[in-house]
Antibody, heavy 123, light 108 residues
Framework: QVQLVESGGGLVKPGGSLRLSCEASGFKFIDYYINWIRQAPGRGLEWLSYISPSGNTIFYADSVKGRFTISRDNAKNSVYLEMTNLRADDAGVYYC????????????????WGQGTLVTVSS | EIVLTQSPGTLSLSPGESATLSCRARQSVSSNYVAWYQQKPGQAPRLLISGSSSRAPGVPDRFSGSGSGTDFTLTISRLEPEDFAVYYCQQYAGSPRTFGQGTKVEIK
């Protein structure tokens, strides 16, 4: 079954850290960029970061640059988001996503989404 | 950063009517790399349109996208009850990728 499954969310205190995981199955993982996107409660979608299939190309939104680190382990079909110095406005549902087509074809929107993992930042 | 502005914020329509959603970019989006998503409460977004006008697999043909440069449109003809949701546009031509703030299509 083609899917992405996020895990690792939970309750963390302001200033704390959390590591999210995104495990892929059912497709050739090394052919795809993986993105993290979040949605604060009652708010819109915010793109956070992407990582290339090799892991050599990474980009971050300004809102998380310097605090979040994306990485991947192709042997485990997994992407990670290490989040540090968390703030109240980092709370929300975090999704990992994949494009419709592999990286060597044309760019597309995000066709495959995980179910999301909830991050709560509160003292 | 390419800023996207969606309008209107809310669209109140009846089933069977058509909906026209706008997404305007502050600068030109190269290769018309604009996508549209539908999101229902408690669910992950669903890709509807890529490349400004290409429907994603399984998307009904009542959804259509158009536009180029800085102005893009999602049209939903003959609204079905399941189409009432929030719709987001996104550009994936530049980094960072960015989303519009969303348009809610609600039942009148």
């Amino acid at each position: 079954q083609v899917q992405l499954v996020e895990s690792g969310g939970g309750l963390v205190k302001p200033g704390g850290s959390l590591r999210l995981s995104c495990e892929a199955s059912g497709f050739k993982f090394i052919d795809y960029y993986i993105n993290w996107i979040r949605q604060a409660p009652g708010r819109g979608l915010e793109w956070l970061s992407y990582i290339s299939p090799s892991g050599n190309t990474i980009f971050y939104a300004d809102s998380v640059k310097g605090r979040f680190t994306i990485s991947r382990d192709n042997a485990k079909n997994s992407v990670y988001l290490e989040m540090t110095n968390l703030r109240a406005d980092d709370a929300g549902v975090y999704y990992c996503t994949r494009e419709l087509r592999p990286y060597y074809e044309f760019l597309t929107g995000y066709y495959l989404w995980g179910q999301g993992t909830l991050v709560t930042v509160s003292s | 950063e390419i800023v996207l502005t969606q309008s209107p914020g809310t669209l109140s329509l009846s089933p069977g009517e058509s909906a026209t959603l706008s997404c305007r970019a502050r600068q030109s989006v190269s290769s018309n790399y604009v996508a549209w998503y539908q999101q229902k409460p408690g669910q992950a977004p669903r890709l509807l349109i890529s490349g400004s006008s290409s429907r994603a697999p399984g998307v009904p043909d009542r959804f259509s996208g158009s536009g180029s440069g800085t102005d893009f449109t999602l049209t939903i003809s003959r609204l079905e009850p399941e189409d009432f949701a929030v719709y987001y546009c996104q550009q994936y031509a530049g980094s960072p990728r960015t989303f519009g703030q969303g348009t809610k299509v609600e039942i009148k």
